[in-house]
């Protein structure tokens, strides 16, 4: 990319992101770096792709946002204190890294690939393997990869953001029966949702069937030039990756059906979510809870202000500072021992952020692979300069 249209480009995504609170300022720095990242590459594609995700996740993330928050609560990471959902998690500088890191690195590589071959270009007498400044038919895989990875982590933004909204109510995908969960269960899908991870992919390769700088019959023949692509073969490229993107949704949503824990509130019957995408505590059920009885039986006759930031030391009765038992509202249970919060669905090995990363990367290599069996490309020549 152009460093006269590089620098005002960063710098422009960078202070939208900041005016509009799109980003922590962790998110910030870390966007600006991926956004270099992307920008070392000599054509725009890369660039665009990341700036159609980050507009279009982040437009897509507003629709209806107040019918969201209701749809589910937040926790703050601790035993109760339950509020209203907040999209916290798409401004986080892990949430950038998950979806963008596969990307970032395929950029930085498939840049150092042309860069090499323009300078073979520029002196005819350096050796190295013959290579092509556009894109040819059947030509380098690393791009398959790149857009591959935007158009999976859009589908999925798109249908998380969207799927919460349908008017029937999700399955879990990971269920034998196909199972009705609540709004907001990892693994949880709608057809509105599936429809909607589509559109997502669609924007994204759509987005790179403009930018890419296709081979043509004006640059076969040409140095740098390559296999020019007929109409037929940009369709295919195109309805293929679109569906590939696609079903990056249907991945993540396995994924997260089964390695990541979804946690219920007992009181409303929604999912709670960790703020950030972090895993939610549950109470332990193998603890018991005292019951406001026995907290009077061992307080007595003092007053709720003389046991302020002291616990009530009782045989039996396991307290501390963190949690007083006369603060019903620090204890993840009713006052009848029962927890407030159960597991719906899921493993506690993962949160979101892992497990979109684990389909980010997974989406590219396969696409990658993919490609590299179809047009008969040794692995050991992906990497090539």
């Known amino acids: 990319m152009k460093l006269i249209i590089a620098v005002p480009a960063i710098c422009a995504l960078v202070i939208r992101a900041y005016t509009k609170n799109s980003l922590t300022t962790p998110g910030l720095v870390v966007a600006a770096l991926t956004a270099i990242a992307h920008a070392y590459h ?8 990341l700036v159609v995700f980050f507009l279009a996740g982040t437009r897509v993330t507003h629709i209806k946002e107040d019918v969201k928050a209701k749809l589910t609560v ?38 150092n690939q042309l860069y090499a071959r323009q300078a ?25 990869g790149i857009i591959a990875n935007y158009a999976a982590v859009a589908a999925d933004t798109f249908s998380s953001e969207l799927g919460i909204l349908a008017k029937s109510e999700p399955r879990l995908i990971t269920s034998p029966t196909l199972r009705k969960v609540p709004r907001g269960t990892n693994g949880a899908v709608t057809l509105w949702g599936l429809g909607a991870g589509l559109f997502g992919s669609m924007i994204i390769v759509s987005a790179a069937t403009v930018f890419l700088p296709f081979c043509s019959d004006k640059t076969a023949g040409h140095v740098g030039g390559g296999s020019p692509w007929t109409q037929a073969e940009r369709r295919m490229f195109m309805g293929t990756l679109v569906i590939w993107g696609a079903l990056g949704s249907v991945l993540d949503s396995i994924l997260g059906g089964l390695f990541q824990r979804s946690v219920r509130d007992v009181r ?42 002291s616990a009530v030391e009782t045989p039996g009765l396991k307290t501390d500072a963190k949690h007083n038992p006369i603060d019903k509202h620090r204890r993840s249970s009713f006052g009848d021992e029962q927890p407030s919060r159960v597991v719906e669905s899921g493993w506690d090995l993962l949160d979101n952020n892992d497990v979109n990363f684990l389909m980010a990367v997974t989406m590219s290599v396969g696409a990658m692979a993919g490609a590299g069996w179809y047009f008969d490309i040794p692995v050991e020549d992906v990497l090539k300069v």
């Open 74 to 111: 937040a926790s703050k990471g601790s035993s109760g204190g339950e509020g209203p959902r907040t999209h916290v998690q798409g401004r986080r500088a892990d949430f950038l890294l998950a979806n963008s890191l596969v990307a970032s690195v395929l950029t930085v590589l498939h840049a």
């Open 268 to 309: 409303s019957g929604k999912i709670v979510e960790g703020e950030g995408g972090v895993r939610v505590l549950v109470s332990d059920s193998s603890s018991k809870v005292p019951s406001r009885a026995q907290v009077k039986q061992v307080v007595g006759d003092k007053t709720s202000d003389q046991l302020q930031g």
């Open 120 to 144: 073979r270009v520029a002196d005819p007498n350096k050796a190295g393997p013959e290579g092509t400044l556009c894109y040819a038919w059947g030509g380098d895989i690393l791009i398959v």
């Open 42 to 49: 000599p054509w725009n594609l890369p660039f665009v792709l």
